[in-house]
């Protein structure tokens, strides 16, 4: 069991890489004056890492819906909720004064809306989505702990069901259908997943998992080529959407290929992934920071200055710099509790 638990913190460090690499491709798509040829290849790379969220939401779903943790209603607010609420209040604020420093006045009575709205530094929806996830887990946790592993697959099929393949027969059919569950958000599907996969009620082995992997990376590649730089067109709006079933495929098959990793306890390659875990939610919060600085503020653009090598040092520097900013800031009392 001990070693299934550094494969969670070995995922929490490949999905904070793959987040700032997302940002890097996407941040240097939306500034490039280079060709179509170098923004596809941006936006491509940019699709080919939409596992990271998926990922993240999967290792807290299997750690937090173990019903041999427990979770009183009273530990869930002090230690979950004020958490997030601290991180996205902190970052917020540290958005609105990077703003207003580098990029012009900001109105403060416009970022307290952007703050209630959540229409502040994209990056922060997924705290958003956090605060949602843990207010009703207490009720995911009734569940997880009474569902049988029929049940359990069962209420991932619906959701899968429900969440991905009808949405897409909507958008191919441009029909909609009228049948629908009482739930319109893909999340909680890849919350009960990692759970489901890492408790074995449902199980990718090693070889299947490699080749669905590779399929769904393969056929999210084939069809970002297919979409192009249009962003508006329905094919790429789905490649940009988490419930886009290749995405689950990818995410689950990632998921579960990782869970072999077999480290030798204390070993230097532990100790480092428990380094750099200890260390993913703020790479999370402060990555958004350089790239804005190098893409926005100093309108460096990668894409012209090197292309996809330069975009994977822009987001080398970007991880680098905020895991430093992170190292530092948690030596601070009060910062060490929210990072």
Same mark, same amino acid.
């Given at each position: ?10 995922? =929490?460090?490949?999905?904070?890489? @793959? ?9 240097? @798509? ?42 009183? #209603? ?20 540290? @958005? ?27 990056? $922060? ?5 956090? $605060? ?20 359990? /697959? ?13 949405? $897409? ?8 259908? !009228? ?20 408790? =074995? ?26 979409? !192009? ?7 790429? /709006?789905? #490649? ?64 012209? /200055?090197?292309?996809?090598? @330069? ?17 530092? $800031? ?10």
């Amino acid at each position: 069991m001990t070693k299934r638990i550094h494969s969670l913190s070995l995922m =929490r460090v490949l999905a904070s890489i @793959a987040v700032v690499l997302l940002h890097s491709f996407y941040g240097a @798509a939306g500034v490039t004056r280079a060709g179509d040829a170098a923004v596809l290849s941006a936006l491509t790379g940019r699709n080919l890492m939409l596992w990271a969220v998926p990922l993240f939401v999967m290792v807290s779903g299997t750690l937090l819906l173990d019903p041999r943790r427990e979770i009183t #209603l009273g530990r869930l607010f002090r230690h979950y909720v004020v958490r997030v609420l601290a991180a996205l209040l902190l970052i917020s604020l540290l @958005a609105w004064g990077f703003d207003h420093a580098l990029l012009g006045p900001q109105s403060p009575l416009a970022a307290l809306k952007a703050l209630y709205t959540a229409t502040g530094w994209s990056h $922060l929806w997924y705290l958003y989505l956090l $605060l949602a996830l843990y207010l009703l887990l207490p009720f995911y946790r009734m569940i997880s702990a009474k569902a049988t592993p029929a049940e359990m /697959r069962y209420f991932l099929v619906l959701h899968f069901v429900f969440l991905s393949l009808i949405p $897409l027969l909507n958008t191919l059919t441009m029909v909609k259908t !009228g049948f629908y569950l009482c739930v319109s958000t893909i999340y909680p599907l890849y919350f009960f997943l990692g759970y489901a996969l890492y408790q =074995r009620a449902l199980q990718i082995r090693r070889i299947p998992a490699a080749l669905l992997f590779l399929l769904s990376t393969g056929g999210l590649c084939f069809l970002s080529l297919r979409a !192009g730089v249009d962003e508006f067109s329905s094919l790429s /709006r789905l #490649l940009s959407n988490y419930a886009f079933f290749p995405v689950i495929l990818q995410a689950a098959s990632l998921f579960s290929l990782l869970l072999y990793w077999e480290p030798g306890e204390d070993s230097f390659p532990v100790r480092f992934i428990g380094f750099l875990d200890r260390h993913s939610f703020g790479v999370y919060l402060f990555h958004m920071f350089p790239l804005k600085a190098i893409l926005v503020v100093l309108g460096i653009d990668p894409l012209t /200055r090197g292309g996809i090598p @330069a975009v994977l040092l822009l987001a080398a520097v970007s991880y680098l710099s905020s895991l430093l900013l992170t190292w530092i $800031l948690k030596k601070l009392p009060g910062l060490k509790a929210i990072l």
